[in-house]
């Protein structure tokens, strides 16, 4: 059974192909966001899965570079310490590279969802 799952984290709806219960666990392909099935109907419900900041953010972008084939170059442990400050200040992961915190820039922001990197190599 196919189930669409509505990402609270990218705000974009994709299929599960497993099958899904309450209390599952499963990854946003999207963004990478782990995220818990709250209630099966029409469209699941989910819920960004509690995590402590640091561990959450370290697992999303990983999990996102590895299902997009991306690979980090030596900047990474900036834009790491980037985003956290920016969860601190602001309450969520907004792209460090960019000034407007909105949820289009929550990390990975949707210019790089919607394959810039893959075009331009490299994000901005």
Not at 49 to 74: C, D, H, M, S, W
Not at 84 to 91: A, L, P, R
């Amino acid at each position: 059974m196919k189930n669409k799952v509505f990402c609270p984290v990218c705000l974009v709806s994709f299929v599960a192909r497993e099958p899904l219960e309450e209390g599952s666990i499963l990854i946003c392909p999207v963004c990478g966001a782990k995220l818990e099935v709250m209630e099966i109907g029409d469209e699941v419900l989910a819920r960004k899965f509690p995590q402590e900041p640091a561990g959450e953010i370290t697992e999303r972008v990983n999990t996102y570079a590895r299902l997009k084939g991306y690979v980090f170059n030596e900047n990474k442990d900036l834009v790491m310490e980037g985003l956290m400050q920016k969860k601190e200040q602001y309450g969520d992961f907004y792209c460090p590279c960019r000034f407007d915190n909105v949820p289009e820039n929550i990390c990975p922001c949707l210019e790089t969802r919607m394959n810039q990197v893959r075009k331009e190599g490299s994000c901005l």
